[in-house]
């Protein structure tokens, strides 16, 4: 959804407190391929606060999604791998749990929303009985008292008629309905983390609007912290917290999101926020959208310093060389780039 970040919410949060509920801490997850090793999240931490938002910003093929379906282990071994880090939950690591311990986890405690409802959706199923699975599962309800909590989820997100949508199958609903549908699922068992990818993909403009109120409703009532992975810049200024940037399965850039769209410290992230269209007054003409040249490098040949360099305006031959260490370049804003201090003064 594009949105002007000169328009947008940015209200300033408090830092968050306490110990972290989640920590990914150098994961790396790897794939053996015929053409070789493609290291598809390459060293990658981060933390999540309870109640806080987390935007994961980049191009399409950086690493979002392997970084979602590596925190809920869903991630096919062979050919996948977890080639090192560790994912802890509650202090406790996830990849050292057995399958089975991992299933209480998944759904549980940590849910998620994938990107296209209507494949995530059994066609043969109610939604009912959908919903319903994994609430008698993990809860240990009666089916009658199960269907009674699935109810009550639909109500929570919104929608109408909840007894009778209990009955239909997937076809029968829209596809901001199937959305809704998806996330009253994912906070059925009331999980503490919440991952998001791609939650308003395909939608319309005003059903993507409302799907994005109701995540902010919901983290507001159950306190519930959230991965919102995307790549739209507009929906991360007006909900996140703090914005991770990845670029070729490394993180590039992480702060706090008034920080980030106000000083943005890498020559990525700001390719990618002069791509946002920009509001005008009526008879004004809209400034071209910039591009940023090239495509992101594959992933199982990397060169051997920075990932971004071939694509990067400002790029030495020490970023051909080496590749940049993750400093932080203000208080609390991280940045992976040898040049940063060469960067001119952000314009938002």
């Known amino acids: 959804m594009p949105v002007d970040t000169e328009e947008a919410r940015f209200e300033a ?17 790897y794939f053996d391929t015929r053409d070789g090793v493609v290291k598809a999240v390459d060293g990658l931490s981060f933390t999540l606060h309870p109640g806080e938002i987390l935007g994961v910003v980049g191009e399409s093929g950086c690493g979002k999604s392997i970084t979602s379906l590596s925190i809920m282990r869903l991630v096919p071994q062979p050919p996948a791998r977890f080639a090192g880090g560790a994912i802890r939950f509650k202090g406790q690591d996830l990849l050292q749990l057995s399958e089975q311990e991992m299933r209480g986890v998944r759904g549980n405690e940590i849910s998620m929303i994938f990107q296209d409802p209507m494949s995530s959706l059994n066609p043969v199923l109610t939604i009912g009985d959908q919903l319903t699975e994994a609430i008698i599962l993990h809860k240990g309800l009666s089916q009658r008292a199960a269907m009674e909590r699935a109810k009550e989820m639909l109500q929570l997100v919104q929608i109408p008629e909840p007894q009778r949508r209990l009955e239909e199958y997937p076809h029968q609903l829209s596809g901001g309905m199937r959305q809704r549908v998806m996330i009253a699922m994912g906070l059925a068992c009331e999980p503490k983390v919440l991952i998001a990818d791609e939650p308003t993909t395909a939608l319309d403009v005003t059903i993507q609007a409302q799907i994005l109120a109701l995540m902010e409703e919901i983290r507001e009532k159950l306190q519930t912290a959230i991965i919102l992975i995307t790549h739209d810049l507009g929906v991360v200024a007006e909900m996140a917290d703090r914005v991770l940037v990845m670029y070729a399965g490394r993180k590039v850039e992480e702060a706090e999101v008034v920080e980030l769209f106000e000083r943005p ?14 509001l005008v007054e009526p008879g004004e003409t809209a400034p071209r959208l910039a591009e940023i040249p090239g ?19 400002f790029a030495q031959e020490r970023c051909r060389r080496e590749y940049p260490p993750l400093e932080e370049k203000r208080p609390g804003h991280f940045a992976a780039c040898w040049e940063s201090h060469r960067l001119p003064e952000w314009q938002p």
């Open 13 to 29: 949060r408090p830092a968050p407190e306490g110990e972290p509920l989640l920590e990914v801490e150098e994961l790396r997850t």
């Open 265 to 278: 410290q890498h020559p990525y992230t700001r390719g990618l926020m002069a791509s946002i269209p920009k």
């Open 295 to 313: 495509i992101v490098p594959t992933l199982h040949a990397l060169p051997p310093g920075c990932t971004f360099a071939e694509r990067c305006a």
